[in-house]
């Protein structure tokens, strides 16, 4: 019997295979197709402090090997979650994280606070990288002081695991990643979706109604790889690595990159059944390579040969 | 229940250059199919194709265990779909979305336009058991965008327009003289292109006739995950995959 446990600071996933927030509703979708116990933990769809709308349609532009979305974060808020969907999900045997976003300081505060009042989720993920909202989101997650003023905010209100997931729209991917970790964060997830856009070469029109959005799929993996293993190379904190999953091999290249965790995101909308497959594709891999523990794979890319 | 399912081609049948239907066997008995559900189906793996393509069922067999869509080529997708070989296998996702709520002892108009009528022919069927008189309105560009005449005819009346005026009465759908007295319908079901069924929503709104329309917004999962196919309603957005893809026409802002 493989070990597929994994540690993520203080978290315990039974396997490495978790769902990435935002393509994954909040599990219940996806309970006609799989056994959502067998998760390693469920990342629910971003929360605010207010219902939001999200931005007017068309929000998705199907792209080579991927798409780029700008749905703009569309929730009931954090209210509606505590009371009304986390109560039947937290029936499933997973770890289910909410994701935190706000368009203050104030608000990532307020919307953790009520989250951690609850006392079976032992983790949150504070999203300061989302690419489709006019405030907030991303414009805290591109420059250093800002990352790190939300970073420490959060971190003073809440003493359970604290992930912190980043945008690749930056420069200096490392840069951030120290600034996050010094301001408190348990861990790092990366990464969010690369600003991108397309136009409707017929009508002259963008395709999507903010012009702009996130795009994501495998087209993105190559870019998520490099990231994370320059971040690996940059912090101590576990990372929790996402970008264009599709397969077992794919996870494979995160956790040898350094990813002690992996979310799978937009392969969720093609194959709703990818997750199980994954973890089970993850299994055969140790058996064929007579590996016992799969937290041995963390950032064991061989560079020997190349020095 | 939604499943997932490698079903075997059992035919591409060209209606002309640009419309086919695909007919598919499922390997069980396929699932209670009400009209207006749709099925998201993968197209083989190109990188251009990433998504899977939300189609209405078309029509449903299920003691010989077959489904099948109409569809009309409107990119990539559905133009590789129909070059799928005997026997492929091609995998869906089914039954997805809500459907019709045909009335009992009613007078339905039921309005298609060009690849509209996907859903319409399952709908007149129930419209039949429920004994409701059908009276169809197809609309085109031109005579060749009007399929499955004499399948409609089994079911009631079909009226016809096409812009050109290659067949039936020359203009849009809300031309035809039909509207000229529409009160003696109970009920108004369409599927069609958005600007027609805002104009067929109008005058049913007007007459105060119930209405209902089938949305066939841009999706990329068809479950309710991705949150990209919202339509903005008075009770704010809602995805056309999961509480659509039909809407009663008063509910919806457009």
């Given at each position: 019997?493989?070990?597929?446990?994994?540690?993520?600071?203080?978290?315990?996933?039974?396997?490495?295979?978790?769902?990435?927030?935002?393509?994954?509703?909040?599990?219940?979708?996806?309970?006609?197709?799989?056994?959502?116990?067998?998760?390693?933990?469920?990342?629910?769809?971003?929360?605010?402090?207010?219902n939001?709308?999200?931005?007017?349609?068309?929000?998705?532009?199907?792209?080579?090997?991927?798409?780029?979305?700008?749905?703009?974060l569309?929730?009931?808020?954090?209210?509606?979650?505590?009371?009304?969907?986390?109560?039947?999900?937290?029936?499933?045997?997973?770890?289910i994280?909410?994701?935190?976003?706000?368009?203050?300081?104030?608000?990532?505060?307020?919307?953790?606070?009520?989250?951690?009042?609850?006392?079976?989720?032992?983790?949150?993920?504070?999203?300061?990288?989302?690419p489709?909202?006019?405030?907030?989101?991303?414009?805290?997650?591109?420059?250093?002081?800002?990352?790190?003023?939300?970073?420490?905010?959060?971190?003073?209100?809440?003493?359970?695991?604290?992930?912190?997931?980043?945008?690749?729209?930056?420069?200096?991917?490392?840069?951030?990643?120290?600034?996050?970790?010094?301001?408190?964060a348990?861990?790092?997830?990366?990464?969010?979706?690369?600003?991108?856009?397309?136009?409707?070469?017929?009508?002259?029109?963008?395709?999507?109604?903010?012009?702009?959005?996130?795009?994501?799929?495998?087209?993105?993996?190559?870019?998520?790889?490099?990231?994370?293993?320059?971040?690996?190379?940059?912090?101590?904190?576990?990372?929790?690595?996402?970008?264009g999953?599709?397969?077992?091999?794919?996870?494979?290249e995160?956790?040898?990159?350094?990813?002690?965790?992996?979310?799978?995101?937009?392969?969720?909308?093609?194959?709703?059944?990818?997750?199980?497959?994954?973890?089970?594709?993850?299994?055969?891999?140790m058996?064929?390579?007579?590996?016992d523990?799969?937290?041995?794979?963390?950032?064991?890319?061989?560079?020997?040969?190349?020095? | 229940?939604?499943?997932?399912?490698?079903?075997?081609?059992?035919?591409?049948?060209?209606?002309?250059?640009?419309?086919?239907?695909?007919?598919?066997?499922?390997?069980?008995?396929?699932?209670?199919?009400?009209?207006?559900?749709?099925?998201?189906i993968?197209?083989?793996?190109?990188?251009?194709?990433?998504?899977r393509?939300p189609?209405?069922i078309?029509?449903?067999?299920?003691?010989?265990?077959?489904?099948?869509?109409?569809?009309?080529?409107?990119?990539?997708?559905?133009?590789?779909?129909?070059?799928?070989?005997?026997?492929?296998n091609?995998?869906?996702?089914?039954?997805?979305?809500?459907?019709?709520?045909?009335?009992?002892?009613?007078?339905?108009?039921?309005?298609?336009?060009?690849?509209g009528?996907?859903?319409?022919?399952?709908?007149?069927?129930?419209?039949?058991?429920?004994?409701?008189?059908?009276?169809?309105?197809?609309?085109?560009?031109?005579?060749?965008?009007?399929?499955?005449?004499?399948?409609?005819?089994?079911?009631?009346?079909?009226?016809?327009?096409?812009?050109?005026?290659?067949?039936?009465?020359?203009?849009?759908?809300?031309?035809?003289?039909?509207?000229?007295?529409?009160?003696?319908?109970?009920?108004?079901?369409t599927?069609?292109?958005?600007?027609?069924?805002?104009?067929?929503?109008?005058?049913?709104?007007?007459n105060?006739?119930?209405?209902?329309?089938?949305?066939?917004?841009?999706?990329?999962?068809?479950?309710?995950?991705?949150?990209?196919?919202?339509?903005?309603?008075?009770?704010?957005?809602k995805?056309?995959?999961?509480?659509?893809?039909?809407?009663?026409?008063?509910?919806?802002?457009?």
């Open positions: 019997m493989v070990d597929l446990k994994v540690k993520v600071h203080e978290l315990e996933f039974k396997n490495p295979v978790t769902t990435a927030s935002g393509t994954f509703g909040f599990g219940e979708e996806f309970e006609e197709f799989i056994d959502l116990n067998r998760l390693g933990g469920i990342f629910v769809k971003g929360l605010t402090l207010h939001r709308e999200g931005n007017p349609y068309p929000r998705m532009a199907e792209t080579p090997s991927g798409m780029l979305n700008a749905v703009g569309q929730n009931k808020g954090i209210d509606y979650f505590i009371n009304n969907i986390y109560p039947r999900i937290k029936e499933y045997d997973t770890e994280i909410p994701n935190v976003n706000g368009s203050t300081v104030e608000d990532y505060i307020e919307v953790t606070e009520r989250i951690n009042e609850i006392e079976d989720i032992n983790a949150i993920e504070l999203n300061i990288s989302c489709n909202v006019k405030e907030g989101g991303m414009s805290f997650g591109i420059s250093c002081p800002s990352a790190i003023a939300v970073t420490e905010a959060v971190r003073e209100v809440y003493d359970k695991t604290l992930i912190v997931k980043l945008s690749p729209n930056v420069t200096d991917i490392c840069e951030i990643a120290k600034a996050v970790e010094g301001a408190g348990d861990s790092i997830s990366l990464i969010n979706t690369l600003l991108g856009m397309a136009i409707d070469p017929h009508t002259r029109k963008p395709i999507l109604s903010t012009l702009t959005g996130g795009l994501s799929g495998p087209a993105v993996k190559p870019v998520a790889i490099r990231m994370v293993w320059q971040v690996y190379n940059a912090v101590k904190v576990p990372i929790i690595g996402m970008g999953i599709m397969n077992a091999e794919d996870t494979i995160f956790m040898l990159a350094g990813s002690s965790a992996i979310q799978v995101g937009t392969a969720n909308f093609i194959d709703p059944e990818v997750s199980i497959k994954i973890i089970d594709g993850i299994t055969s891999y058996g064929k390579y007579k590996i523990s799969v937290s041995d794979l963390i950032g064991a890319m061989d560079v020997e040969e190349l020095y | 229940m939604k499943k997932i399912q490698d079903c075997k081609v059992l035919g591409v049948k060209n209606l002309n250059d640009d419309t086919y239907i695909l007919e598919l066997t499922t390997p069980e008995t396929p699932e209670i199919i009400a009209a207006g559900n749709f099925a998201e993968k197209v083989d793996h190109t990188p251009d194709v990433f998504l393509r189609l209405s078309f029509d449903v067999d299920y003691t010989n265990k077959k489904i099948s869509f109409f569809i009309k080529i409107t990119g990539k997708g559905t133009a590789l779909l129909k070059e799928a070989e005997l026997e492929q091609i995998n869906i996702i089914y039954p997805l979305g809500n459907s019709f709520k045909p009335e009992a002892n009613g007078n339905a108009l039921v309005i298609g336009g060009g690849s009528i996907a859903p319409l022919l399952l709908l007149a069927n129930e419209l039949k058991i429920k004994k409701s008189e059908i009276t169809f309105l197809l609309g085109g560009r031109k005579n060749t965008d009007i399929h499955l005449f004499k399948e409609f005819e089994k079911y009631g009346t079909v009226l016809i327009t096409t812009e050109d005026g290659s067949l039936g009465e020359k203009g849009r759908v809300t031309d035809h003289s039909i509207f000229n007295s529409i009160n003696g319908f109970t009920k108004i079901y599927c069609g292109p958005n600007p027609m069924m805002k104009a067929v929503g109008e005058i049913a709104s007007a105060d006739i119930p209405c209902e329309v089938s949305l066939e917004n841009m999706m990329a999962c068809g479950f309710g995950a991705c949150l990209c196919c919202v339509t903005e309603t008075h009770e704010g957005n995805c056309v995959c999961t509480e659509g893809p039909v809407f009663n026409v008063n509910d919806l802002k457009w």
